[in-house]
């Protein structure tokens, strides 16, 4: 067993995370998170979508916010675009990466972007061939890759199906999500298997959200295979509208504390990652979903 020497985190709060919140949070506190996170050291921030505004309105900012953050180079901004309606949208704001959205469940596919499993991929290509014209870069998410809130257990076969499909029609890298949070490791490494049968160890990432508490065992298993691409979510931020009682993914402070534990680098400040989980947590007047921001915190009022 080798462990990645490195891993490249993606946070994916600004999206995965306020996406789910109900309280309308204003797009200069998004921006303000999103700059935060890089100041912090993340080198990829998942900044917003371009769906529908009456699915998700807390993504209807998204030209706000993409056109408020103050870029920084060598950073690499993405958003999520799940048809060429959304691309088109998105293409003004120069993302350096677009992520089309499928799943490995048909009926998750169904509640959240209204459309087959087939018919998503019919829906992706054009936004793939487009996206690649433009010289962006772009990625498939693939959803209910263990279990699914609708069809329960979800087999590896269908992320390798999914998988398949996504590498057929040009998609450059993959994540493999644990979109409501039931995986355990053997799980995750069963569908991380599945995907790896289509891309190579640098296009295939862990998307774990935490809501039975598994989410890091389930990353070290990935990292055991020597998965080194790894999203998190600030403050544990979050959870997807259509998969009811799901919480947010894996806190990203958790995640660089126990990377930065086992020698592993991130390129992260843990202290600004941090501040920048307090900052949008006392705008959502709640304390961060981190057992690491929380041990921190209690140390540094002591
Ligand atoms: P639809 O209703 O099937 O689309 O929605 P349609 O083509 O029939 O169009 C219907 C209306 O939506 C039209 O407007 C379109 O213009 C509009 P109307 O004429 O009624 O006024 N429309 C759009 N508006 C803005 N942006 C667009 C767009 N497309 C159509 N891109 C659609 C299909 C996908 C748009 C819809 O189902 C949707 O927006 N779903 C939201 C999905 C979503 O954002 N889910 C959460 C993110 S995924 C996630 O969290 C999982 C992930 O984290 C991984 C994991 O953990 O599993 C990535
Ligand atoms: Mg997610």
Redesign the pocket.
């Known amino acids: 067993m080798v462990l990645p020497v490195q891993v490249r985190l993606i946070d ?1 709060g600004p999206r ?1 995370g306020l ?1 789910n919140e109900k309280q309308p949070v204003p797009a200069d506190i998004k921006i303000e998170l999103v700059q935060r996170l890089q100041q912090a050291g993340l080198k990829e921030i998942e900044v917003t ?8 309105p807390q ?1 209807a900012d998204n030209h706000v916010v993409m056109s408020g953050v103050a870029r920084q180079p060598g950073v690499r901004y993405s958003v ?4 060429m ?2 691309f088109e ?1 998105a293409l003004i704001d120069k993302p350096d990466e677009v ?1 089309v ?1 499928g ?1 490995a469940s048909e009926a998750f596919s169904q509640k ?4 087959s499993i087939a018919e998503s991929i019919e829906r992706f290509a054009p936004v793939v061939q487009a996206a690649k014209a433009a010289g962006i870069a772009v990625r498939g ?4 890759t263990v279990g699914c809130p609708y069809e329960g257990d979800i087999a590896p076969a269908r992320v390798d199906y999914l998988a398949g499909l996504m590498k057929g029609i040009g998609i450059e890298r993959v ?1 493999v ?3 409501i949070g039931v995986g355990t490791p053997r799980k995750v490494q069963a569908a991380l298997e599945a995907a790896l049968k289509h891309f190579d160890l640098d296009h295939v990432s862990g ?1 774990f ?1 935490d809501t039975y508490g598994q989410a890091l065992s389930n990353t070290l298993a990935a990292l055991e295979m020597g998965v080194w691409n790894h999203q998190a979510s600030v403050a544990g931020l979050g959870g ?4 009811k009682g799901a919480t947010g ?1 894996v806190s990203t402070e958790d995640l660089v504390y126990m990377l930065h534990g086992m020698g592993i680098d991130t390129g992260i400040n843990l202290d600004k990652l941090i501040d920048a989980g307090v900052f949008i947590s006392d705008f959502l007047q709640r304390k961060p979903n981190s057992r690491v921001a929380t041990a921190v915190l209690n140390k540094r009022a002591g």
């Open positions: 994916v995965d996406q979508s371009y769906v529908s505004p009456k699915w998700v993504m999520l675009t799940p048809n309606k959304g949208a992520v959205f799943a959240n972007i209204n459309c998410a693939m959803s209910c994540d999500a644990d979109t998307h959200h997807c509208p259509y998969a993914n």
